[in-house]
């Protein structure tokens, strides 16, 4: 006798989102790694290579301008200067990879933050440093970035219960400082130490006098007026800027107003 086959019912447990607001602050320097105009520009419409005439009648790098194109500007809210909040969901998935209890694919699916950008408060200089191309000489050139010596922002995280509680998340966030950090220059990618952060309360005073000194008005003020980030850069760029115009050609000024980069 024929028995027909029992039903299978399906369970399903119920999900929940879950949201916490964090106070980080920076524990080392943070560089801005937004990809400049220019290049993005370069990128989508490429202007071929330059003829040997082209090249010794126009500057290769303009540090003020390349400066200022840096960071991420955002249009309104408490900071001029923001990240995307990509950034720090990328850090935690990459403590994820040292720590036991997680996985970065299984953090990339049950946690996010908040927003496309989140605002950072702090006061940014110009840092020029030596860099080596991605090509397959490893050519040395010389790049000029936004950098914050001191820096904090607030994160809002949302995740998805009881796949993941609320502890984890924020011993998750709290690792992400310490093993991967954000911007460039970062632990995770092995040889630099900056964007590191640590996780802090509402009454901290490191974290109250960053957001209190460094919001909008101190950023555009900064952006407008750069101070070098240290002694290197200020002999650096004091030599870029005098051998320029001694040479006839006029780079953008220190005092905001952006000038093409032309020969006088």
């Not at 980080?24 to 005439?53: D, F, H, Q, W, Y």
């Not at 840096?70 to 720090?88: K, Q």
């Not at 460039?184 to 092995?190: A, L, M, S, T, Y």
Request: glycine share 8%; hydrophobic share 40%.
């Amino acid at each position: 006798v024929a028995t027909s086959p029992k039903e299978e019912v399906v369970s399903v447990i119920e999900v929940q989102q879950g949201t916490i607001h964090l106070n980080v602050l920076g524990t080392s320097p943070l560089i801005c790694n937004r990809m400049s105009e220019k290049a993005r520009r370069e990128l989508l419409l490429p202007a071929g290579r330059k003829t040997t005439a082209e090249k010794a009648s126009s500057l290769k790098h303009d540090p003020i301008a390349e400066f200022r194109a840096s960071p991420y500007i955002l249009p309104d809210g408490p900071t001029m200067i923001g990240l995307m909040s990509s950034a720090f969901k990328g850090a935690m998935g990459t403590a994820a990879l040292d720590l036991p209890g997680a996985t970065k694919a299984k953090i990339g699916r049950l946690v996010y933050v908040e927003g496309d950008y989140v605002s950072i408060f702090g006061t940014p200089q110009l840092h020029m440093s030596i860099v080596r191309s991605a090509c397959r000489n490893k050519t040395p050139d010389v790049r000029t970035r936004a950098s914050l010596p001191e820096w904090a922002c607030r994160v809002a995280i949302s995740f998805v219960e009881p796949g993941i509680k609320q502890p984890a998340v924020v011993n998750l966030l709290s690792a992400a400082g310490i093993t991967a950090g954000v911007g460039d220059w970062r632990p995770e990618k092995g040889k630099g130490a900056f964007g590191r952060f640590k996780l802090v309360n509402d009454d901290d005073p490191e974290f109250v006098r960053i957001i209190t000194t460094g919001a909008r008005e101190s950023q555009a003020q900064a952006m407008e007026h750069p101070l070098p980030y240290d002694a290197e850069t200020e002999e650096l760029l004091g030599w870029y800027m005098d051998t320029a115009k001694a040479k006839g050609f006029v780079p953008t000024a220190q005092n905001g107003r952006v000038v093409e980069a032309v020969t006088a």
